[in-house]
Structures are given as structure tokens and as C-alpha cells.
């Protein structure tokens, strides 16, 4: 069977970066990626930039995904951005909560993604396909992994056709949280989000931020080869590879690429597991 393959870009926040980025979706393109999706910013901050990637890789002729998060959002400005993008003949979103920006006090009407589903089916039937986010190790605002499987079985009861996850380097984590879902019932595909290793101290912050583990023995190793960025390049593709190919071997239904508006690792590792070309 087919791998399938998707791909995360971020909005550009300047033209050169624009620029840059149909570049790199050129490169990306011999992957036939299913879709490319392109996050949004809490509260609309990138609302114009995101529709604006999202209109040109739709023009490209690609399958485009816009990412929407509801927090700090009336139900009047969803249903906008619901009615521009079904206008534009998108069919996939990403449908998400989000995190409220520091600073910024206003929830919205909306407090959780299974609310933020719910409300797309009821506007729109089922014209999007709706992919939710998953947490393998579990979201950081959890109390306990029980509630949070209870609240990704929300959102897969209120119509979400496929789920993406965080990013994560311990395949254990995410075959558990597969057994664990299915055993409440929910037969969603889950898509592992993959997250190639560029810069390993940026990776480091990041992650404590997301709650992703980074395992010992793997930080270590990137940590002992200090600024040596050959290095620590060619770990990291062995070591995502390995995560890959054993998420393949374990049934993962396709793979979901945070580019982070890159091309090379992605292509490199693509090119291991022989997926997507
Ligand atoms: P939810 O599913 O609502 O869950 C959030 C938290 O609330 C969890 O801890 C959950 O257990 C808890 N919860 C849910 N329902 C209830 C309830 N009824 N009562 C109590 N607790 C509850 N962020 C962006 O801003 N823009 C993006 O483009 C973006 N793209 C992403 C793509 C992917 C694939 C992933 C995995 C994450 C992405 N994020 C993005 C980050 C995401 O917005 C954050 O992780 C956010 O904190 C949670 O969003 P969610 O949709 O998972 O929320």
C-alpha cells in the first residue's frame, strides 16, 4: 500500500520568504504529497498570510490545508473564514484550539477543538475533510492522559475524518496511544507528525514548550557533538529514518512532515524509506 505523505509549512512573513517557500514546494513537490498544510496563528494573527499560501498552492494545483484554530474567535469569524475557503474550493482543514498568545485576555466562544468541529459540520455538512491533533505523550495542559483520550475521542465523535500528532521521537508512545484510542472506540486514521532535526538546541526548546520527550540517549549524543552541524545532521536523519520506518513497519497509515519551510531533510529521508516518489 501507498505511504501516504503530507507536509507543514508555516506563513511567510515576508516576501523573500514567499519566495523562498515556492521554491522549496517546488522541490517537495516530486514527494506527490496528499496535501501541503500551512499553520495559523491563535487569534487570526496570520489569518491573511496563511489564506494567501493556501490560495497559491491551491493554484499550484496541490491539495491545500489550511490549519484554523478557534480560541479567541466569535463563531461570526469562523464562519468567514469557513465560507472564503470553501469559496476557494478548499476541501481540508486542520481544526484546532490553538494557545491564546500571551497578553491577549479574550477566549472567544470557542474553548476546545471538538467545539470548533462540531460547529464546521453544523455550518458547512461535510464539504471539509477534517484532520484534529493528537498528543502520543500527551497534551501539557492534561491533567491525566485519561482526560486528554477522552477529549481526542471528542473530537473524533464530533466528525473529524483524521488525526495529525505532535511531534515525538518515541515510537512506543505513539503505538500506545494508538491501542488506547481504539479501545474507546475511535478507528480515525492517526497520522504521526514527523519533525526532521535541523538545529538541536532550537529543537531542545521547543520541545520542552510542546511537551515533547527528547529521549537521553539522543540528546546526549546531539549535545556531545556541539556545533558540529555535519554531525548533527546526519544523526538526525538516522535517527528519524529509524522512527519512521519503524512507525511504517508498526502500520502508521502515512507520515505528516514538519517542514518547517524546508526541503532537504524531508526529500533525504523520503528518499531512506523509498515513500513519496
Ligand atoms: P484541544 O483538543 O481542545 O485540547 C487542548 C487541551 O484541552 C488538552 O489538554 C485537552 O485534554 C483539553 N481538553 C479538551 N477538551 C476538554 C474539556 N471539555 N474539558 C477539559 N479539558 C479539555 N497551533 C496553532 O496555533 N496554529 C496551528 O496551525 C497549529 N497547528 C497544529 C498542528 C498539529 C498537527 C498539532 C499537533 C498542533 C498544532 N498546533 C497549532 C498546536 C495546538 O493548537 C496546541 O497544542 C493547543 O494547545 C491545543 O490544540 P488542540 O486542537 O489539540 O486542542
Request: glycine share 8%.
Amino acid at each position: 500500500m501507498k505511504t501516504e505523505i503530507s507536509i507543514e509549512f508555516f506563513p511567510p512573513q515576508t516576501s523573500e520568504g514567499v519566495d523562498k517557500l515556492r521554491v522549496v514546494r517546488g522541490k517537495l513537490a516530486v514527494l506527490k504529497p496528499e496535501f501541503f498544510s500551512v499553520t495559523y496563528g491563535a487569534g487570526g494573527s496570520t489569518r491573511e498570510r496563511t489564506f494567501s499560501v493556501i490560495r497559491e498552492i491551491a493554484a499550484e494545483g496541490f491539495n491545500a490545508a489550511p490549519h484554523l484554530s478557534c480560541v479567541g474567535s466569535t463563531r461570526d469569524n469562523i464562519r468567514e473564514i469557513l465560507m472564503e475557503y470553501k469559496a476557494a474550493g478548499i476541501c481540508r482543514i486542520v481544526a484546532l484550539r490553538g494557545d491564546l498568545p500571551s497578553g491577549m485576555a479574550e477566549a472567544g466562544e470557542f474553548r476546545y477543538a471538538n467545539e470548533l468541529v462540531e460547529f464546521i459540520r453544523k455550518e458547512t455538512g461535510d464539504h471539509f475533510r477534517l484532520d484534529v491533533a493528537a498528543y502520543p505523550e500527551w497534551h501539557p495542559q492534561a491533567r491525566f492522559p485519561r482526560d486528554d483520550l477522552a477529549a481526542f475521542a471528542r473530537k473524533a465523535k464530533a466528525g473529524a475524518n483524521s488525526a495529525i500528532t505532535q511531534y515525538f521521537y518515541n515510537a512506543d508512545a505513539y503505538f500506545h496511544f494508538v491501542d488506547e484510542v481504539r479501545k474507546l472506540g475511535v478507528e480515525i486514521p492517526i497520522i504521526p507528525g514527523i519533525m526532521p532535526i535541523a538545529n538541536f538546541s532550537k529543537l531542545a526548546r521547543f520541545s520542552d514548550h510542546c511537551g515533547t520527550e527528547l529521549p537521553r540517549w539522543m540528546r546526549r549524543k546531539f549535545e556531545g557533538l556541539s556545533d558540529d552541524t555535519e554531525a548533527i545532521r546526519a544523526f538526525g536523519l538516522d535517527v528519524v529514518t529509524a522512527l519512521c520506518e519503524r512507525l511504517l513497519a508498526g502500520g502508521a497509515p502515512g507520515l505528516h512532515f514538519y517542514s518547517m519551510n524546508q526541503s532537504a531533510l524531508t526529500l533525504e529521508i523520503c528518499r531512506r524509506l523509498n515513500v513519496g516518489q
